[in-house]
């Protein structure tokens, strides 16, 4: 499975990016799709997961309310909505996706993922 992130770039402190993820096949029938990022000089956190099956998503805190993650199950895409950007979430932002289900306590943890996309920057000037 090969996991598609083309977005990412460059864009001044409170704007907004859309970053999207496509997955290369569509054989699974329950899995989870999520968003991670590495920051220069810091270990890769967790950023949202989301479900493919009904609406649980999960966020890291530091995210919530400004960021929302959405998919789209026909594209097998899963959709990263970043709204005023700050300085601090420069990172590399990976797509990562488990082909199972996994209970909620767990989509935050990188461990719970099989294939990675290979990261997109994302950069935020101020």
């Known amino acids: 499975v090969q996991l598609q992130a083309p977005g990412g770039g460059l864009v001044q402190a409170g704007g907004s990016l859309r970053l999207s993820c496509a997955a290369s096949?569509?054989?699974?029938?329950?899995?989870?799709m999520g968003w991670f990022r590495q920051a220069p000089g810091k270990e890769r956190e967790f950023v949202a997961a989301i479900r493919w099956r009904g609406d649980n998503t999960v966020y890291a805190t530091s995210v919530k309310g400004r960021f929302t993650i959405s998919r789209d199950n026909a594209k097998v895409t899963v959709y990263l909505q970043m709204n005023r950007l700050k300085p601090e979430v420069t990172a590399v932002y990976y797509c990562?996706?488990?082909?199972?289900?996994?209970?909620?306590?767990?989509?935050?943890?990188?461990?719970?993922?099989?294939?990675w996309g290979q990261g997109t920057l994302v950069t935020v000037s101020s």
């Open positions: 990562a996706l488990a082909p199972r289900h996994i209970i909620l306590t767990a989509m935050g943890n990188e461990a719970s993922y099989d294939y």
């Open positions: 096949e569509r054989t699974f029938s329950n899995y989870v």
